[in-house]
């Protein structure tokens, strides 16, 4: 008999549902991705051993509770080997199953398509729901402030918005920003949407219309919540806070699976570390007061004292920002590294003070409890920017380091940062303590060694089980290798000349479907303006990153275009799917080695050398493996794609670490032409 999907699925759960508790959960697992059991039933099954390997590893580390990190190759379908195993775990022992995820299109594959056949077939009631930060939500309550007090918050164009707002929140079911047909104006929004210390359970609780304490009442009730590693660090709170509770991460007895896990490192160093926003904070200060508009809380207050202080505050943030950005040098990019405390004279910290003194006072006599609400988050605000700037100018966190970066489309506002240079033992208090449960998996984790001691160590999960799953795809059929081995070294002058008449070349083979990918977009904007002219004489359609389209639509719009160039830089190595013939050829432009130019990279280099390490060969060449894998990964993406892959860098042929990165590769045919 053969079976269709949901058919399937009903059969699998029923017979899972059905076995006494007492039977080996291991076991039902392993039956279930059999090449006997209820998956070899269905329409076009494909028993792949490689997935079953993940899914009994996953369901016994549950089990177990223990930690587990996992490379799941290219095609194992890891989605439904930790998924199934975690549903079936959460509900037996009635736990809750954290999905923690880098990517959008990986948690609208997993909320859109996955989860909702298990939630029409389980026969047990069984709730999932996709977390987001609260900022998404609309707040009635501040709504319903904001517009009493329109005229002195907002200007005409701004009353508007809000208009358009209220409008929209009488008809929303969500009431997040993705119910929006168009965003509204981030000002706006900003003063109606859900804070942290505003829309509680006390104040939004009752109400039956308030969209995000709705949605926190659906994830505490969820069996299974899926968020980003952004939202799940930001909530997860510091190491002393961990180590008080008994069990779980984010909520009791709860465990979490990390898909995507090659891009932790670096998001968790973001989120444990500091940051002062200078556009943060001249935003936090004009809910106050905005000079320009002449609007504001101590307008609605009739504090001229405020007023007066406020404008004087943000003269003074705008001086002490121009001092910061007077005394770093930006040669080699947007960050300049802070090595000394004391880059400029503290003027900031004593004026925000004051006027944290008065927002204090200004809550003591404030009769709206909603006012009082939005003056007190303000407060909190004002108090966390003051004691990050101490922290940043004092140099006070060991074993950080601190840079300035310059953000905003034209770099016009700057943000100071600090972050733990190794992040390893942070993340084992975390993350790999004792009577915790975590899964981390990736496609890619591994820099040729099956241990993935390399990914471990810099996780600090050197306890946790490692195991490395190849993919069940045949590259040897459908996939190859070219490498020119007469291109000129990178940094040669006649490199760029070279490589396009390389790229002219081998997208011709392929008649377009091709990704170019660039390690800088320097280079990628150069080669673009060289071949534009080149592509549009031979019918090609190219299409460059960072040219006003986001990644999404560039991608959506690729995989309609059967004679398309895309030029894409970092965001484009990995997390894009185009399965098909749509993408036929990845050219790689150059090995993806870190340019040691960002503070954070440049001081884990220093703190190997300080340890007596070979930083190259410890973080440099391991990291460009990884990038390397991912980007030739963009290729094969289900057993019947075809295509080959072009490394336009001869180092790899030339240089003693070049038979690193080819090992590193999928094994299949490689041409040196």
């Given at each position: 008999m053969r079976y269709n999907a949901p058919q399937l699925l009903s059969t699998i759960i029923s017979q899972l549902s059905t076995l006494p508790q007492g039977s080996d959960f291991v076991a039902r697992v392993e039956e279930c991705f059999s090449p006997t059991g209820v998956l070899s039933k269905a329409h076009k099954f494909e028993y792949r051993a490689e997935q079953q390997q993940m899914a009994v590893a996953v369901a016994r580390a549950l089990e177990e509770e223990r930690h587990l990190v996992v490379e799941a190759g290219t095609g194992v379908g890891k989605s439904l080997a930790y998924l199934v195993?975690?549903?079936?775990?959460?509900?037996?022992?009635?736990?809750?199953?954290?999905?923690s995820t880098c990517t959008i299109n990986l948690q609208e594959q997993l909320m859109y398509k996955d989860i909702p056949i298990l939630q029409k077939i389980l026969p047990v009631e069984f709730e999932a729901t996709l977390w987001k930060g609260r900022q998404n939500y609309l707040c009635p309550v501040r709504l319903e402030r904001a517009l009493v007090s329109a005229s002195e918050l907002f200007t005409t164009?701004?009353?508007?918005?809000?208009?358009?707002?209220?409008?929209w929140s009488a008809t929303t079911k969500e009431g997040s920003l993705s119910d929006f047909a168009v965003e509204p104006d981030p000002q706006v929004w900003s003063q109606v949407c859900s804070e942290h210390h505003i829309c509680t359970n006390r104040t939004c609780g009752q109400n039956t219309r308030c969209f995000y304490q709705n949605a926190?009442?659906?994830?505490?009730?969820?069996?299974?919540?899926?968020?980003?590693?952004?939202?799940?660090?930001?909530?997860?709170?510091?190491?002393?806070?961990?180590a008080e509770r008994d069990s779980g991460y984010l909520f009791a007895n709860d465990f979490v699976i990390f898909d995507e896990a090659h891009t932790l490192e670096g998001i968790a160093a973001r989120q444990i570390g500091l940051g002062v926003s200078q556009y943060g904070l001249r935003y936090v200060l004009q809910r106050l007061y905005n000079p320009r508009t002449k609007k504001g809380l101590f307008t609605v207050l009739r504090d001229a004292n405020g007023v007066r202080l406020v404008s004087d505050l943000l003269d003074r943030s705008d001086t002490f920002f121009t001092s910061v950005e007077n005394s770093c040098r930006f040669e080699r990019g947007r960050e300049f590294r802070v090595r000394e405390p004391d880059l400029v004279e503290d003027s900031l910290t004593p004026p925000l003070a004051?006027?944290?003194?008065?927002?204090?006072?200004?809550?003591?006599?404030?009769?709206?409890?909603?006012?009082?609400a939005e003056l007190q988050d303000i407060g909190r605000r004002l108090r966390d920017a003051r004691h990050g700037l101490g922290a940043f100018l004092s140099q006070s966190e060991s074993e950080h380091v601190y840079w300035v970066e310059k953000t905003g489309r034209s770099g016009q506002f700057l943000t100071l940062n600090a972050a733990p240079v190794d992040i390893a033992a942070c993340l084992e208090e975390l993350i790999f303590r004792g009577g915790r449960c975590s899964v981390m998996t990736s496609a890619t984790l591994s820099v040729g060694a099956p241990e993935l001691d390399y990914f471990r160590e810099r996780m600090g999960a050197m306890e946790a089980e490692a195991l490395q799953i190849g993919s069940p795809f045949d590259y040897a059929t459908q996939m190859k290798i070219y490498v020119p081995k007469k291109m000129p070294d990178p940094r040669d002058a006649a490199y760029e000349e070279a490589l396009e008449t390389q790229i002219a070349h081998y997208v011709e083979e392929t008649k377009g479907r091709a990704f170019v990918l660039f390690t800088s977009y320097r280079l990628m904007e150069s080669m673009a303006g060289r071949m534009e002219k080149h592509f549009a004489q031979e019918g090609y359609n190219l299409m460059v990153q960072g040219k006003g389209k986001p990644r999404h639509r560039l991608v959506e719009e690729f995989k309609q275009d059967d004679r398309c160039v895309l030029f894409g830089t970092d965001s484009f190595w990995s997390g894009v799917d185009v399965p098909g013939e749509a993408l036929s050829n990845v050219i790689i432009?150059?090995?993806?080695?870190?340019?040691?130019?960002?503070?954070?990279?440049?001081?884990?280099?220093?703190?190997?050398?300080?340890?007596?390490?070979?930083?190259f060969q410890e973080y440099s060449l391991p990291e460009a493996i990884l990038k390397l894998r991912q980007g030739v990964g963009r290729l094969i993406r289900t057993r019947s794609d075809r295509g080959i892959v072009v490394i336009l860098d001869n180092r790899i042929l030339s240089?003693?670490?070049?038979?690193?990165?080819?090992?590193?590769?999928?094994?299949?045919?490689?041409?040196?032409?």
């Open positions: 195993p975690s549903v079936m775990h959460a509900l037996e022992r009635k736990r809750k199953a954290v999905i164009p701004e009353q508007a918005e809000l208009e358009r707002i209220r409008e926190r009442k659906r994830l505490l009730s969820a069996d299974l919540v899926v968020m980003n590693h952004t939202l799940f660090f930001m909530n997860l709170g510091g190491v002393e806070e961990q004051e006027v944290q003194t008065l927002i204090v006072n200004a809550v003591r006599t404030a009769e709206d409890e909603s006012l009082r432009t150059r090995l993806p080695f870190a340019v040691p130019d960002h503070p954070l990279i440049e001081a884990k280099l220093e703190l190997i050398k300080s340890r007596g390490g070979d930083a240089k003693f670490y070049g038979k690193a990165f080819l090992r590193a590769l999928p094994s299949c045919p490689v041409e040196i032409v």
